[in-house]
């Protein structure tokens, strides 16, 4: 993507004009069958991606595609609702062009959620999983290509790539909640088919404990620009060769959605108290 600083600023300041110059606290992406925390939102002020200035939309079923800035608590929060996908041939510029434009909106914390399937088997569907690190198998990053030091440096550092203060948060107020939780290592894939047995065998060699087609983008983009994030993701269903089924993304949504709940309840606790 050309002159992406420049779009980015477009974009801002179209968004701007919707929503106002009040401060944004925190930002949130919404995975596949996730969108339901937006119930828990007052105040909304929706804009489609198609109205935004180089914003893509995503033909996948479970992302609509809007930005709503609304407030939960005291914090007003930016959600994406629905995310575009590398696998739908957009560019990982593309992919990740909203995180460009938060920092230029100055949000400075971002919560990151996701649908995937385990490859560790002490997981199962409908666990939520606290991401600790990641390992990024899709063959490219969207950091490549001429760097523009108004975003940030050149060689990022990726040594804490989800934030132990906020994962920290994320774990005590899932205990003070009595919500069930895992920690693990997520590896992101460019699919869009399911992955293969001896793929997932290779995975799960190199530590991956879930795996799914999104997040690992938009996490490097964040920590290139200095955005704290946490992500979290909800276990839809096992990895190829582990359930003895075939996928589809129809169940993946479908779990995503009897988990939402729960999941809500969690990621709202945790905005409030950010």
């Not at 930002?27 to 828990?40: A, E, N, P, R, Y």
């Not at 606290?130 to 198998?137: E, G, H, S, Y």
């Not at 203060?165 to 992101?188: E, H, T, V």
């Not at 088919?193 to 404990?209: C, Q, T, W």
Request: proline share 3%; net charge neutral; charged share 20%.
């Amino acid at each position: 993507m050309n002159n992406l600083y420049e779009k980015a600023e477009e974009a801002k300041e179209f968004i701007l004009k919707r929503i106002g110059n009040e401060k944004i606290d925190v930002s949130i992406i919404l995975g596949s069958g996730l969108g339901t925390l937006v119930d828990h939102l007052s105040d909304k002020i929706e804009i489609p991606y198609s109205q935004i200035p180089h914003f893509k939309t995503s033909g996948v079923k479970g992302h609509e595609g809007k930005i709503i800035c609304a407030t939960m608590g005291n914090k007003r929060v930016l959600a994406f609702k629905g995310r575009v996908h590398f696998y739908e041939g957009y560019s990982m510029k593309e992919v990740t062009f909203n995180i460009f434009v938060l920092k230029l909106l100055q949000v400075n914390k971002l919560i990151i959620t996701n649908s995937c399937g385990a490859i560790n088997t002490m997981l199962e569907p409908g666990d939520l999983m606290i991401l600790d690190d990641f390992i990024n198998l899709m063959g490219t990053n969207p950091l490549i290509g001429t760097n523009d030091e108004r975003f940030g440096t050149r060689f990022p550092d990726m040594s804490e790539p989800y934030s132990l203060n906020l994962i920290d948060l994320a774990i005590n107020i899932a205990k003070k909640n009595k919500i069930n939780y895992k920690k693990g290592c997520y590896a992101g894939f460019s699919g869009p088919y399911y992955e293969s047995v001896s793929e997932i065998r290779a995975f799960k060699s190199m530590g991956a404990d879930a795996i799914g087609m999104s997040t690992v983008p938009e996490t490097i983009v964040a920590n290139y620009l200095g955005i704290e994030c946490v992500a979290i993701a909800c276990i839809t269903n096992m990895a190829t060769g582990i359930q003895k089924k075939k996928h589809s993304h129809s169940n993946v949504v479908e779990v995503a959605n009897q988990s939402s709940q729960l999941f809500s309840k969690w990621i709202s606790e945790i905005i409030r108290q950010m």
